[in-house]
């Protein structure tokens, strides 16, 4: 700084205290009163004037250049007050909380295992109660069932099946092969009736019949020729018979009927275009015999294929009854396996009679299906012998129905549609074929109901589309997958 700088600073400091002495008390040039201190009234800087700072402070260079007593009065403008230095001075009281001393390794551990002793106790109290602790999963919706599902696709293979055939039947050249293929379209049309339930395409045989060449073929194509529809027909067969082992019992009932029927339509159709007659697992074949049989009741010609066979099912070995029980009352599989014993004793019995009216060779026709029955009869006491049942008093003789000596074939054919009934019931009462004695009864009714149609057949055509299923004429209104009452 030079010298007349602060000579001019000098000057007007020594100013601007005249004038502060001509003004009242407490007031300061700038017009603003800080109060009166101990050495008189207090000025605060003007932060315009020449003394602000940078910051609003004294400037040192102009404390310097005003001398000692101007420098004194603003010493003692900023010196505290008694009252403020005592605040400063007094003592600060501070109160300090400790922080947690940090957990030792031993601490760690015992609260470790004081909580899995808590939780082995819980444990044990849920236990002892009897209580299970589950994991909740969300469960969709159910599927259909192995029986739904077998049920659903018999019925589109049986609905495509009966639209080949009433195709075929229109270009049929030959009458007794259209004759057939009409046969075998009814009984389609009838068996997806049996099958089919409400919200499924309707099936009766009066729609189906007119509707199989324009709908069915249309929707689902079936075979394109005869030699199709006979493969076609031994397939379902083996489809419907296999369900028909674990459905359950009304539907099994339709699927056994069905089963058996597919497989004699097939047959006798393959012996009248000369195919070779299809086998099943079944029906063993063992012979040279089809349905119609050669020199059957029916005067048909010789047809290839198996002859009637025993049912290969192997009975369950008794066990020792300590005590013989009695068959409860009612609808149930013990009074259905009693009723199917009585009649296949009477069975045997009109076979016996009939092989000596009849001429060879329907007379050894009747000694062969005489000895399949009397096989049946054996399987059938060996399931009453295991479920510690009496069997039944075995009778001198039966009675035969009228005119049973004149037309001893067409009496045996009537008494074959009887037995299939009988085996129907046996059937549809019978647990489903998963294991146990249970089992023998269902696979041993389902295997005599196939055998009992082909005896059927034997002795000519069948007026009924289904063995056991009695009424093809209401196939809409009857329910025939019900189990009998």
Wanted: aromatic residues 2%.
């Amino acid at each position: 700084m030079t010298s007349s700088s602060v000579v001019t600073d000098s000057r007007s400091r020594a100013d601007g205290a005249a004038d502060d002495d001509s003004r009242p008390p407490g007031a300061t040039s700038s017009g603003i009163t800080h109060g009166t201190g101990p050495n008189g009234p207090r000025r605060a800087a003007d932060p315009s004037g020449p003394l602000a700072g940078p910051a609003g402070g004294t400037s040192s260079a102009v404390a310097a250049a005003t001398g000692p007593e101007t420098a004194a009065a603003y010493v003692r403008d900023a010196e505290p007050s008694a009252g403020v230095a005592a605040q400063l001075s007094a003592p600060v009281e501070t109160k300090l909380t400790p922080s947690p001393a940090p957990e030792t390794a031993l601490q760690t551990t015992g609260g470790t295992l004081r909580r899995l002793l808590l939780l082995l106790l819980t444990g044990t109290v849920v236990l002892g109660m009897g209580t299970a602790i589950v994991s909740v999963k969300a469960v969709g919706p159910a599927g259909p069932s192995t029986s739904e599902r077998a049920r659903v696709d018999e019925l589109h293979r049986v609905t495509a099946l009966a639209g080949s055939a009433a195709t075929l039947e229109a270009a049929a050249g030959v009458p007794a092969v259209a004759l057939q293929l009409r046969s075998a379209r009814t009984m389609l049309d009838v068996y997806a009736a049996a099958l089919s339930v409400p919200g499924d395409v309707a099936t009766d045989s009066a729609t189906a019949a007119t509707s199989s060449m324009e709908q069915t073929s249309r929707t689902q194509p079936g075979p394109a020729g005869i030699p199709e529809l006979i493969l076609g027909l031994t397939a379902s067969s083996t489809a419907s018979l296999t369900a028909a082992r674990t459905a359950p019992g009304g539907l099994a009932r339709v699927l056994a009927a069905g089963g058996a029927a597919a497989l004699m339509q097939a047959r006798a159709l393959a012996a009248d275009v000369g195919n070779t007659v299809p086998e099943s697992p079944y029906l063993a074949a063992s012979g040279s015999r089809g349905p119609a049989g050669t020199g059957g009741a029916n005067g048909t010609s010789p047809k290839p294929g198996a002859s009637p066979t025993a049912v290969p099912v192997a009975a369950p070995t008794p066990a020792p009854c300590a005590t013989q029980r009695t068959a409860p009352a009612g609808v149930n599989d013990d009074q259905a396996l009693l009723a199917a014993v009585e009649a296949e004793h009477k069975a045997v019995y009109a076979y016996q009679v009939a092989a000596t009216r009849l001429a060879n060779p329907t007379s050894s026709l009747a000694v062969r299906i005489l000895s399949d029955h009397e096989s049946t009869l054996s399987s059938l006491q060996d399931l009453l012998t295991a479920r510690c049942l009496a069997l039944p008093a075995l009778q001198p003789g039966y009675e035969l129905a009228p005119g049973f000596t004149a037309t001893p074939a067409a009496a045996l054919a009537t008494l074959e549609d009887q037995l299939a009934i009988v085996y129907a019931q046996l059937l549809a009462l019978s647990e489903p074929a998963d294991g146990g004695s249970a089992a023998v009864v269902r696979t041993t009714a389902l295997m005599a109901l196939v055998h009992n149609a082909q005896h059927r057949w034997s002795w000519g055509q069948p007026e009924v589309p289904l063995p056991g299923i009695d009424r093809p004429a209401a196939v809409g209104p009857v329910d025939f997958r019900k189990s009998p009452k």
